[in-house]
């Protein structure tokens, strides 16, 4: 029977450092990913959210639109001209059609707008009357305000949204989706991006204030109309380009645990270089983001490689002192390769599960 | 650097090793197709396999076992998302052959202590993946999902609920499996062990105060051997 000899104090060093690696890497990896999971789930609920109106909402629209004029709307996506995530907006091109019955002085096309948006050129390329019936088309070139959610960013994706709104009420004007007309350009492309899915619908409106109009006392509500399109990152190029200098920093941290394990060379002056590494990654980042931005998967990602170049120096520190205190190459050689084969692979391990966690997969 | 040597990874390649970790791929694979089937199951009994391959063969061969398995179970149409798993596998196979040559395993204390720390590891890698690729979802699991909803009941977190209920359920389930795995070996029959050269004694750990017992340890380990030898010796003299 083979025998192999251990001190107490070399079993409590490496089923204490092994433990607490696991603890410290395990909670901060169960935490990151549960919250970059939500955030990837939330999508799905915000984007049906605003395509339907309860059956008391819509029964009180009815109630308020019974002698309103029920206008046909309907959008065409032409193209995403920006994405400004620093500036919280983007601006879209398409084309934009109403058509109505009776009411013969509604000139739709002149008396809408978008909701949050800011129109930077309409044109009007058509403007039809026959009989009782009327169609206008024009082509806009709008920018809409937009909160990003940044949360998974650079692995993000993001649902753009613009509301046609009528300048009249729903008492007067109510909008009806053109069923089977709206539609995106099949050609639809942004540098960085992928067109998933997008849907449009009606959407009402009600303003929570009376802006202090004489006689008025409840806030308007209007109809909307709402065209809604998802995009995704189509590839790690942008997630690479944030991470790269953090990766490069990790391995070097690698690099330098296998050198004290394994040779009697004592690196931890390296590992400083290391943290600018680090810094640099962050400052790439920061860069491409809104300055109010949410906690999520870059600081995660950092705050990851942060604690790797930590947790390699504790582990370089530990065999040095295993060297010098108690004169004992051979544990040291142990415990430095138990505990670097555990590092290593809890840190590829959050490598590979934060973004998994943050994607969004067809 | 010779002195860094510990033999924790070294692996006897021959037939019949490649056979055994063949064999043991193959009873991974049909562990858990057959379990998938029998609902109800609290257990997750997976990588039985891997961790048997680590316990006779070392970390290195319970790592080809359950790479081996995985690779079986793709060809059979696994799920590719639940690739991610086998670095789960990983882990275990590694875990649990550092520490059988560790000689930590060789007593039936030491199968619970490295139960309880496999538990440990396995509980924040599995749910780590687990809410990366499903979110919050309780999986299928009667005991898991109990602890669960226990769990979330008293005002837990989500991640920390999940923590707990895979932690608790895979106690029982990786110390069901190791305690199998250790009564497998040592009570295997003389033929199966010298058919595949098993070794039915595990490495024995030794836990001294300090270096002046470890060397008195290791003097007496050598006086015992050269007495054993001249033992032997007198023996072979008297039979001749």
């Known amino acids: ?103 013969p002085d509604l000139d739709m096309v002149n008396n809408f707008h978008v909701y949050n948006g800011t129109m930077n050129s309409k044109v009007v390329e058509k403007d039809i009357t026959e009989g009782n019936m009327h169609y206008q088309l024009c082509k806009i070139d709008v920018s809409v305000f937009k909160n990003f959610w940044t949360k998974r960013f650079p692995l993000e994706s993001h649902q753009l949204r613009f509301y046609i709104e009528p300048s009249q009420v729903i008492d007067y004007v109510v909008f009806v989706e053109d069923e089977g007309h709206s539609t995106v350009n099949p050609s639809f492309s942004i540098a960085g991006y992928n067109l998933i899915r997008y849907d449009h619908g009606v959407h009402t409106n009600e303003y929570n204030t009376t802006y202090g109009e004489p006689g008025v006392e409840k806030g308007a509500i209007t109809s909307e109309f709402l065209t809604q399109i998802e995009l995704n990152r189509d590839s790690l190029g942008t997630y690479t380009k944030c991470f790269i200098a953090l990766f490069g920093t990790a391995l070097w941290v690698f690099i330098t645990m296998f050198l004290c394990t394994y040779h009697r060379v004592d690196p931890l002056s390296m590992i400083p270089a290391a943290l600018f590494g680090a810094v640099s990654n962050i400052m790439v980042g920061a860069n491409l983001l809104p300055d109010a931005l949410e906690i999520g998967l870059l600081e995660y990602v950092n705050v990851w490689g942060i604690l790797t170049i930590l947790g390699g120096a504790l582990v370089v520190i530990n065999i040095n002192r295993i060297r010098t205190r108690y004169n004992d190459n051979k544990f040291a050689a142990l415990f430095g390769r138990i505990i670097t084969f555990e590092l290593v692979f809890i840190v590829l391990l959050g490598h590979v599960l934060m973004p998994m966690a943050a994607y969004m997969w067809q | 650097m010779k002195e860094y040597k510990s033999n924790i990874l070294t692996v006897i390649w021959d037939v019949k090793s490649i056979l055994l970790l063949v064999l043991l791929s193959l009873i991974d694979v049909a562990m858990v197709y057959f379990l998938d089937n029998l609902s109800g199951f609290p257990l997750f009994f997976d990588y039985f396999g891997a961790m048997a391959g680590a316990c006779i063969g070392g970390p290195i061969l319970g790592v080809l076992i359950a790479l081996l398995s995985t690779i079986i179970r793709i060809i059979f149409g696994i799920n590719e998302v639940n690739i991610i798993f086998v670095l789960e596998a990983i882990a275990l196979a590694v875990f649990v052959g550092v520490y059988v040559r560790l000689g930590f395993f060789y007593k039936k204390r030491g199968v619970i202590i490295g139960a309880v720390l496999c538990a440990l590891m396995e509980a924040f890698f599995i749910t780590a993946m687990h809410l990366a690729l499903y979110g919050a979802q309780p999986q299928n699991y009667s005991l898991y999902k109990s602890l669960f909803f226990m769990m979330r009941r008293i005002g837990m977190l989500t991640p920390f609920a999940s923590l707990v209920g895979f932690f608790v359920t895979n106690v029982l389930d990786k110390g069901i499996i190791l305690f199998i795995i250790y009564f497998l070996i040592t009570k295997m029959p003389d033929s199966i062990a010298k058919f595949f050269e098993i070794s039915k004694d595990f490495p024995q750990a030794v836990v001294v105060n300090n270096q002046g017992e470890e060397d008195f340890l290791a003097e007496s380990e050598k006086l015992k051997a050269k007495a054993q030898e001249k033992i032997d010796k007198r023996r072979e003299k008297e039979e001749s």
């Open chain 1, 1 to 103: 029977m083979q025998k192999v000899t251990f001190q107490k104090w070399q079993v409590k060093k490496l089923v204490t450092w092994f433990v607490l690696i696991l603890i410290i890497g395990g909670s901060y990896l169960c935490y990151s990913t549960w919250q970059l999971y939500n955030d990837k789930a939330m999508e799905n609920t915000y984007w049906n959210n605003e395509l339907t109106d309860t059956p008391e909402e819509q029964e009180r629209i009815e109630k308020l639109s019974e002698n309103a004029t029920k206008v046909k709307v309907g959008t065409y996506v032409e193209s995403l001209k920006e994405i400004n995530m620093k500036s919280s907006y983007f601006r879209i091109v398409g084309k934009v059609w109403f058509s109505w019955e009776g009411d």
